[in-house]
């Protein structure tokens, strides 16, 4: 059984922007470059051919993987009023170290560590689900080091 996508309502105009772009525009242009490297001569040899044609394949698959996410996935939409965390959620925590980060809780399809966009199956994202203002959870981060952290602000 497929594991359930979820996606906020952002994530999914996300997606559906990068797919209009892959296939309106970049689909066309690596054919345009496909024909041009073709004009070389011999494509047995011919590594502008053999660029655009990985670039295709890859520009393919993408477009095969947000397909299949947004045909099956499931849209949450955060609740308006709300004091626990949920996805869709932006939490502001304090680390053991004193400083503040402030997380986004949002489905696997869309996350991103580097931006603060935590996915709700990840150790952080699972541990702040339905906690509150001022509780202190504790979460095991990927190097297997114990995280606490203590939650001070919670919007949508």
């Known amino acids: 059984m497929p594991k359930e996508i979820i996606l906020t309502q952002e ?8 797919l209009f772009v892959l296939e309106t525009e ?3 242009q690596i054919g345009e470059r496909i024909r041009i490297a073709r004009e070389f001569g011999d494509i047995s040899e011919n590594s502008e051919y053999d660029d655009a044609k990985n670039e295709q394949a890859w520009m393919e698959g993408r477009i095969a993987e947000i397909s299949q996410i947004l045909a099956n996935a499931t849209i949450v939409e955060a609740p308006k009023r709300s004091n626990k965390v949920s996805i869709g959620s932006v ?6 170290d004193k400083t503040e980060r402030v997380f986004t809780i949002v489905g696997a399809a869309e996350a991103d560590a580097a931006t603060g966009r935590i996915s709700n199956e990840s150790p952080v ?4 689900l339905g906690s509150r203002k001022g509780e202190i959870v504790v979460a095991e981060g990927p190097t297997g080091r114990k995280l606490s952290l203590t ?6």
């Open 11 to 18: 994530g999914r105009e996300k997606l559906e922007k990068e």
């Open 26 to 28: 970049k689909r066309p």
């Open 91 to 96: 939490v502001t925590v304090e680390m053991a």
């Open 125 to 128: 994202g699972a541990a702040l």
């Open 151 to 156: 939650i001070l602000k919670i919007s949508r």
